[in-house]
């Protein structure tokens, strides 16, 4: 197993991190000499005792941002450390048009289906099994409820995406 590394921060302690990650924090002066470190989270020394396995002789290290950038206020004494903001959620991207047509396709394909399905097992008194909200729909409305309302959605979202395809199309 790699050494695992702990930066100590006043009383409490960050990590543990992976040597790739630490050194990485070192040569971006996220963790300088100033800093009290160790490899079990407990016994901690300066990082200046080990700087030259840190930071060989010829290594880059970026310049420490302002004191106005630092990530919080520090006690005097207490070590430098700048935190990452943090990450913004992923923006989804809205569905496009093809998106509303496919989908539209796919619910009035699946309610013509469904009713031709319960059409023929009316017709030849089969035993029908479909989920509760399908058979709920069933129930009330019929057959042709069902077709009404999946074929209905199906039209509402192929109009839709079309519509939404005319409106991107460049008029001349």
Known sequence: ?????????????????????????????????????????????????????????????????????????????????????????PQEKPAGPWASIGWGIVLLVAGIGIFLWLNHA???????RLPLWLMAIYAFLSKWGVLAILGGLGLFGIFHGVRELLAKTPTS
Not at 48 to 69: H, K, R, Y
Not at 122 to 128: A, K, R, S
Request: charged share 20%; no cysteine; proline share 16%.
């Open 1 to 89: 197993m790699s050494k695992q590394y702990f930066v100590h921060l006043g009383d409490s302690v960050a990590g543990p991190f992976p040597p790739e990650k630490f050194l990485f924090a070192v040569r971006k002066s996220l963790v300088t000499k100033e800093h009290l470190i160790s490899y079990d989270g407990k016994n901690s020394f300066p990082a200046a005792n080990i700087w030259n396995e840190l930071a060989p002789p010829g290594t880059v290290i970026e310049p420490a941002p302002p004191m106005e950038e630092q990530a919080a206020p520090r006690a005097p004494g207490m070590p430098l450390i700048k935190t990452l903001p943090p990450r913004a959620p």
């Open 122 to 128: 009316e017709q030849n008194g089969g035993v029908v």
